[in-house]
């Protein structure tokens, strides 16, 4: 698509969230390493936060290979996830309710300093949602604590799936009672826009080359034919005419 | 519940919308009657309303009684009504685009004056969003047009029953990540919130007297215990502490 000639068909841009808007990393070092203190654990946050987003995908899969157990919310993932890697860390003296509130970290996430601003312009013009494989209860925690301005939530756990499979992209266009091509996935892993655009969406890229911190290794730049590629929400707005 | 001593559980607040936060009967007369002068087409646009609205319960009622025949979203339901009135109201001349326009005038609903504001306030202290037999589609189109700040839309269509079915109400709990009691339904109608006090949910009455018009028979007053009783959603948010 010729970005030029502006992008006339979407109606709704559907965002993926942890890396895309929110910084996920420094959100929750920052979170656990001040709240430890107060608790007077010790820990290698940083080291726990990486490894618990490096158990991400493959607990998704588990959901994924073994659909005869049910489907798993990520917040479900997330506890199971920091059960394990509590214990690997070698961090003790948690009880219920620091497990509790580490794994509702997830809902306190802060957003990149453009999303905020970035969402507002794009509200003018597009519906603007949501579409993470968070669970909607931790996705509208989120939006109200960090002020996310969605006009809906909409989240893999209304599929009972997770991106990227089809289910998803194409349940969410069925919910904006739209066409996959007047939908557009803005996202800043090159994967799911892949995923987005074979079944037939309007892809947006958003580089966020700190995500992963020192552990990133790619997603630093738009590896696909995306429909449009911005340097933040707020080039993203002014690219749409916004 | 003795309202003085606020809610301190309630942390959400579901909303149904035709007729609580939306005057569809004004709403459809109004836009059909100015719409049908620019296309030259003759109508009873009041009858037509009337028997439109009058035709919505039995048309989830059929819903209900062939789950093999799949779930049909409200929008669908509305067409089917639509064209079987048009032909008893003899109103001759739509094309195809006439009646997309016409079914989709229930996403051009207009607020009752108090609606956006009262929203306003409330979502200061609550999360507030939709729980209404209108799809994700209608209700999120509804609230772009009108303003209506909701920060999720929540629909029967998402747990492919319509209120009063006890999924609805029990599948927004679930969403919300809350437990029933935490969640209240805002509703005009006393067989909305009887349902929903049923299942453990809190309840909110706000009278809208004028909905049916001269053809209102019931709901001009709360006829049950119901947690909260308010005027209308500013006085709602004042008794909610907004």
Redesign the interface.
């Known amino acids: 698509m010729n970005t030029s000639s502006g992008v006339p068909a979407v109606k709704a841009l559907v965002f993926d969230v942890f890396g895309t808007v929110v910084d996920w990393r420094i959100s929750l070092i920052d979170d656990f390493t001040a709240w430890s203190k107060t608790r007077g654990i010790q820990g290698d946050w940083t080291g726990l936060v990486d490894a618990w987003r490096g158990a991400y995908v493959p607990s998704m899969d588990e959901v994924r290979k073994h659909p005869e157990r049910g489907y798993l919310a990520l917040?479900t993932l997330h506890r199971q996830s920091l059960e394990k890697l509590v214990t690997q860390f070698a961090i003790s003296g948690l009880t219920e309710d620091d497990l509790s509130y580490m794994t509702l970290g997830w809902h306190r996430l802060h957003p990149w300093s453009d999303s905020v601003s970035g969402l507002t312009r794009l509200k003018t013009k597009f519906?603007i949602g949501t579409l993470s494989n968070g669970?909607?209860?931790?996705l509208?925690?989120m939006?109200?604590h960090a002020g996310l301005p969605?006009?809906?939530?909409l989240s893999a756990?209304?599929f009972e799936h997770y991106k990227p499979d089809r289910e998803v992209y194409l349940g969410a266009a069925r919910?904006?009672?739209?066409q996959p091509e007047q939908v557009m996935m803005v996202a800043a892993h090159n994967n799911d826009l892949k995923a987005a655009q074979d079944l037939g969406l309007k892809t947006g890229f958003v580089a966020r080359p700190t995500e992963y911190g020192p552990l990133q290794k790619r997603d630093f730049k738009a590896d696909g034919d995306w429909d449009v590629v911005a340097t933040d929400f707020n080039d993203l707005a002014a690219r749409l005419g916004c």
Chains 1, 2 share one sequence.
Do not use: F, P
């Not at 669970?135 to 931790?138: F, M, R, S």
């Not at 969605?150 to 939530?153: F, H, P, R, S, V």
């Not at 919910?175 to 739209?178: A, D, I, R």
């Open positions: 917040d519906t669970n909607v209860a931790l509208n925690n939006a109200k969605w006009d809906l939530i756990e209304l919910l904006l009672g739209l």
